[in-house]
């Protein structure tokens, strides 16, 4: 199973920027494709983005295209989310999946979980 670590949450507020960042154990971190989920209070986790291990096939969710960029940094075994123009909404606990799936926007579909870094966007 993969140990994933995010960091990089905070308190920002709307219209500012954070980096999130996700650290995967060595061994595994190339055999899987990485995503971001969150989930804010009262409500269910949802998707954010995914990323293949190349960087070759990336997917967003339609509520943070044009404002979130996920990248990897395989030198580094991270994924890193890019987070600009951050609205109240974006507000939630961010975590950092893995999937040996190509590209899935579907929660089930990821087999190892961080433990989650907090976002909170103030207007």
């Known amino acids: 199973q993969v140990q994933l670590v995010e960091s990089g949450g905070g308190l920002v507020q709307a219209g500012g920027s954070l980096r999130l960042s996700c650290a995967a154990s060595?061994?595994?971190?190339?055999?899987?494709?990485m995503g971001w989920f969150r989930q804010a209070p009262g409500k269910e986790r949802e998707f954010v983005a995914v990323?293949?291990?190349?960087?070759?096939?990336?997917n967003y969710a339609d509520s943070v295209k044009g404002r979130f960029t996920i990248s990897t940094d395989s030198a580094k075994n991270t994924v890193l989310l890019q987070m600009n123009s951050l609205k109240p909404e974006d507000t939630a606990v961010y975590y950092c999946?893995?999937?040996?799936?190509?590209?899935?926007?579907?929660?089930?579909?990821?087999?190892?979980w961080g433990q989650g870094t907090q976002v909170t966007v103030s207007s």
């Open positions: 060595e061994r595994s971190f190339n055999s899987y494709s």
């Open positions: 990323i293949t291990w190349s960087g070759g096939s990336k």
């Open positions: 999946a893995a999937s040996r799936k190509s590209v899935s926007s579907h929660a089930t579909d990821f087999h190892s």
